[in-house]
């Protein structure tokens, strides 16, 4: 079992001093990463995306406050959960930031202890709600992605797509003789039989922005984006070729002696789909004439 990767807390203040003692300080437990000043912060949070910023308030050229302002203005960075760490101690100070989003407020000089407890409880809230988040968009049968992920990813490389003019596939995957199959050998076993083809599923996503989801009962969906029409197809052969070799008998089947798949794919650029939900309905159009050919095969048109 891989260790859990440690949390990556980014530290921002112009002063060294401070941020080699906050560094030392939680290096032992967390990745800490470092800033001088907001812009650094602003650019570091939204590459390295860290769990934690702890932020300096008085700062030259752009203070914690204004930082704070452009992470929640970025959804990128929107979530990200924001301790001040200032020499203002004022009580409208403290407001101000908790008012703006912060999630705490710590005054200096600051007490390690204080530091280490809080930082400690703000993470293990991150932990708690990205594990919330997680399960709303996981399906609990198969641990893909749910629809409502799929609808979310679906928009956004869509849109990214549009904007970039890169190419972008979308497959849906229908179980073959399904039904029968319960039929045949029983609900249990049907869960396994998804739960193997949705492995397979996963396994054939390539890059990390590659998604495959469950759309509804045995039917999957995969998105590739930056992906042309014939690598796609490449991408669902070899999952096609995957499932062949897992040899997962299906008696009941009309098709063949053991379970298969029909997949309709399509790909922007090469329909002239003028909306996500036309680039879509391609693909299903391909699905139903796979079924329609005899299941058991692919169609990418």
């Excluded at 990745?31 to 602003?42: D, I, M, S, Y």
């Excluded at 912060?102 to 390690?112: H, S, V």
């Excluded at 499932?243 to 298969?260: G, M």
């Amino acid at each position: 079992m891989n260790p859990v990767e440690p949390q990556k807390v980014l530290i921002c203040d112009d002063d060294p001093i401070n941020r080699q003692l906050l560094a030392e300080l939680l290096k032992p437990d967390y990745t800490v990463l470092l800033a001088k000043n907001g812009e650094q912060a602003l650019e570091r949070a939204a590459r390295l995306m860290p769990d934690l910023l702890l932020l300096d308030v008085v700062m030259p050229d752009m203070n914690g406050f204004d930082v704070l302002r452009r992470l929640r203005a970025d959804p990128a960075t929107a979530q990200l959960a924001v301790i001040f760490i200032s020499g203002l101690d004022r009580p409208e100070d403290e407001a101000n930031g908790l008012k703006l989003g912060a999630a705490d407020y710590i005054a200096k000089p600051f007490n390690a202890t204080v530091v280490m407890a809080r930082v400690a409880l703000h993470l293990q809230m991150v932990r708690q709600r990205r594990m919330l988040e997680r399960l709303a968009n996981v399906d609990g049968l198969t641990e893909l992605a749910n629809r409502r992920r799929f609808d979310e990813v679906y928009a956004q490389e869509w849109s990214r797509a549009q904007r970039s003019g890169t190419p972008l596939s979308i497959a849906l995957l229908d179980i073959d003789a399904f039904k029968q199959y319960n039929d045949h050998y029983g609900h249990p076993a049907g869960d396994r039989a998804l739960r193997a083809v949705a492995r397979a599923a996963r396994k054939a996503m390539r890059r990390p922005a590659d998604l495959a989801a469950r759309y509804g009962g045995e039917e999957l969906v995969l998105i590739l984006p930056e992906t042309g029409a014939d690598e796609a197809r490449g991408v669902v052969d070899g999952l096609c070729a995957a499932l062949a070799e897992l040899q997962l008998a299906h008696a009941a089947s009309s098709v063949a002696p053991v379970l298969t798949v029909s997949v309709g794919g399509a790909t922007l650029g090469t329909h002239g789909a003028e909306s996500a939900a036309a680039l879509f309905e391609a693909a299903d159009n391909h699905l139903y004439r796979a079924k329609q050919a005899g299941r058991n095969r692919v169609v990418w048109r």
